[in-house]
C-alpha cells in the first residue's frame, strides 16, 4: 500500500478508535463481496472499534484497513462516531516539542525520522492520540544509534510527557 493511498485511507478512518456500524440505508445484501469483505461485515456491530475487529481477524493491518475502505466507498458501512475525543490527541504542540527535542539530538533530519515512523505506524499528526505517545518515542528511539543520545533524547521525552494523561 502507498503512502497516498494509506493517507486516503486515514482520512476516512483518522484512527483505529472509530466505531463501525452497518448502514442501515444501504445493508450488505450482495453476493459480490469477497469472502474476506463478509468476514468483516460479520464483526461490524457499532460497538466494535476498527481496532476491535482488527485484533479479532487474522488479517494483516494494511490489508484490514483496505477491506474497510471498500466497504465504505460501497456505502455499506459508515462511521459511528471517533471512540477518542478532541482532548485525547497529542496535538501540534506535542509534535512541535517533539521536533525541538529530536532535533536538538540528531540533526535536521529529525522532521524526516518522525515523519517515517508515524508513516510506519499507521498515524498521523493531527489524529495522534495521547496514549500512542510512548509507542512514538520508542519507535523513534531505535532510530537513534549512539545510546547516548539516545537515552538523553528518552529522558528529555520522559519529562516531557509527564504533563499528558497517558492510560
Known sequence: MTREEKEQI????PNNSVLIKINSNNPPTESGLSSAEWQVITQVDGKKTLQNIIDILTFEHDQS?????KLHQKKL??????HKTQEELAGENFFKKLEEVLVKTIGP?????INDVLWELNEIRDKFLIDKIPLLIESISREILD???RVHFQKEMLDLIKGYEIS
Open 77 to 82: 458501512i459508515e462511521i459511528v462516531e471517533e
Open 147 to 149: 545510546d547516548k543520545k
Open 109 to 113: 533530519v529529525a522532521v524526516y525520522v
Open 65 to 69: 484497513l483496505e477491506i474497510f475502505y
Open 10 to 13: 486515514r482520512r476516512v478512518f
